[in-house]
Structures are given as C-alpha cells and as structure tokens.
C-alpha cells in the first residue's frame, strides 16, 4: 500500500509498503476513506518541532474496517468509522472524565496518511456511524477527527455559552472551526482575529460577527475597545506561539477562560503578567473521542458543515504538494484522498 513518511523539514514521501496487520487484540485494521494534512504537521515540516527520521505521517482519518482485533467488540468489518487522533481505552478514570486525550494507556495514532491504517484500542478510539455516509458528508466527518473536535474542545475550554463573547486567535482550520464551535454553543458575539480574506469569510460563514485584523497589543487594543475597556468573556488560541498565547490572555477579562489548543512551541508565559491577568487557562491536546458522538450526529443532519475548510483535495500520491501548499499558506486545509 502507499503510505506518507516524512524524512526531515521539507521532504516528505509516499512510499510503498506493506499493509498494516492487527498486532493486539484490542487493534482494527481500516481501509482508510480520506485522511488530511494538520497543521501540526507544519511544525517539524517547518524543522520547528523534531520527528524520528522517517516518520509515519498523519492522524486524521475516516474509513472501513477490515479486520479486528479478537478482543474488540464496539466495530467489525464493514462499519464505516471515525476515529480521534489520540487512541484511547474510553474506560479508565481519566477517559470517564473526558479527557480521552491522556488516557492513561498513552498512545498517538500515527500513519493515517495512507491506504490502511491500524488503530490501537479501537473500542475506544473509534465511533461507527449508522451506516455509510453519503459521499459529500465524508470531508465534514473527517474533521471530526481532530480539527473539528479540537476546535469545539478550545470552545468548551474558553466556556462559550448564550450571552457570551468569544475572542477566536488563530484563523487556521482550527481556529475556524472553533469559531463554528462558539456559534453552536450559543455565544451572542464570535470576534474572529484575521488579516486574510478568504479565511475572514469562512469566519463569518461559520458565525463570526465580527473581525479583528490587528494583532499583538494592537489586537488586543481592538477587542477591548469592543467589550468596553474590560475584555472578552472566552477566548480560544489555536495557534500555539508566544503572541497568540499573550494576545489571548491578555483578549480576556479577569476572570473570564481561555481554551488554548494550539500546539505549544517555545511559549513562556510571565508569573505576574498570568498572576495580574485573573483568568482561567484550560487546554492540552483535544479529547476529541469525547465529542465525536454529537459531532458525527450535527453533521450527518447536516446542521454543520464544517469540511468548508478544505479548500483542497488531492490523491494521496500527491501528498508532498498538500503540505507545501498549506506551508505556503496557499490552502487552509488538504483533504488526501488513497
Ligand atoms: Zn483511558
């Protein structure tokens, strides 16, 4: 089968190679339906964070199964699923709280960018849909995966609820879909922070009321002149960096969340400027599992689209021209198709 490897920043490969078998009893094999490319992939892509040397690339997926593990009872052979990009058990302590993402069994799912993909702990790691999707609804599903569960985690994490408004730093895939996310749980005001057009208007198309193109203490000027002098109720940061963690603390009013999933890099955060900020920071890697169920219901009812945020598809062979295309920041998102 083909499948992406990256062998250092810039070089990435689809290879052949043989399929992935079940290794433990509690591991499915699927037949991967489409995987994409997540910004996270951008960093050691970028020589910013440091992969083995060749890496398996990928871990966002939907597909069939085709064989299980003897010790797997929740999916069989045929069940179309999604899984999240973590795998986890769904049954010890940390996993009944929802926090699936650091299971105590910890475990990344890896190599998704491929023809077959093997998910360990599929009970718990995987959800099967009633049965198999209509064709348009597969990118939508896809991004239940990881960047539509993350962005609806940062949303939870930052408490968007009515009456709320909601500061989105990050106009990526996943600060988009936290947009989306904010706009589903209710929130009266979803101040979407951007300078680019065409994401400014996914923004709006996902619900954001209004936009913010300054950034720094510039953007930060701008929000609480919007929210007389005092802030932002909710603030979610999906970039990751040292400006977009301050510009979202700094976005809140005291008192008032952060949900931060942007993939830390190098961020140092000032004792007394978090002691004198008087917010509540909350975040880490998504427990999508938590959110697939209504995840996978609002988009098979078609009450979200949010695979709006692929604005390219390409087959799987062409995987070194997706991650350069959203590296070059061409494309927002790329949907991989085996
Ligand atoms: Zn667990």
Request: proline residues 7%.
């Amino acid at each position: 089968m083909k499948a992406t490897f990256m062998y250092g920043p810039g070089d990435v490969r689809v290879e052949d190679v043989p399929k992935p078998t079940v290794i433990e009893p509690t591991d499915a094999v699927i037949k991967v339906t489409a995987a994409c490319v997540c910004g996270s992939d951008l960093w050691p892509y970028r020589g910013i964070a440091k992969l083995g040397p060749r890496a398996p690339m990928g871990h966002e997926y939907v597909g069939v199964v085709e064989t299980v593990g003897s010790d797997v009872r929740l999916v069989g052979p045929g069940d179309f699923v999604v899984g999240s990009f973590f795998a986890s058990d769904n049954t010890c302590e940390i996993c009944r709280s929802g926090y699936q993402s650091r299971c105590v069994i910890n475990q990344g799912v890896r190599g998704a960018q491929a023809e077959y993909l093997r998910v360990p702990l599929a009970d718990g790691t995987l959800v099967a849909t009633p049965s198999v999707p209509d064709a348009a609804l597969i990118p939508s599903l896809l991004t239940a995966s990881d960047v539509l569960g993350t962005g609806w985690f940062a949303a939870v994490a930052a408490e968007a609820a009515p009456g709320k408004t909601v500061v989105v730093v990050g106009d990526g895939a996943v600060g988009l879909l936290g947009v989306l996310a904010a706009k589903q749980l209710g929130a009266e005001r979803v101040i979407a922070m951007s300078r680019n057009p065409v994401r400014q208007a996914l923004a709006e198309e996902f619900g954001a009321t209004d936009i913010v193109t300054e950034r720094g203490d510039e953007g930060v000027a701008r929000v609480k002149a919007m929210t007389g002098g005092i802030g932002a109720h909710c603030v979610i940061e999906a970039v990751g960096t040292q400006q977009a963690m301050e510009q979202a603390i700094h976005a809140c009013r005291p008192g008032g969340h952060v949900g931060f999933v942007g993939v830390a890099h190098e961020v140092q955060l000032r004792g007394l400027d978090l002691f004198y900020s008087g917010v509540h920071l909350h975040g880490g890697p998504a427990p999508v599992r938590r959110f697939l169920p209504e995840l996978i219901r609002l988009i098979l009812d078609r009450a979200i689209n949010p695979g709006l945020v692929f604005d390219l598809t390409v087959p799987l062979e062409q995987a070194p021209a997706a991650y350069q295309a959203m590296d070059e920041r061409r494309a927002i998102k790329a949907l991989l198709q085996p």
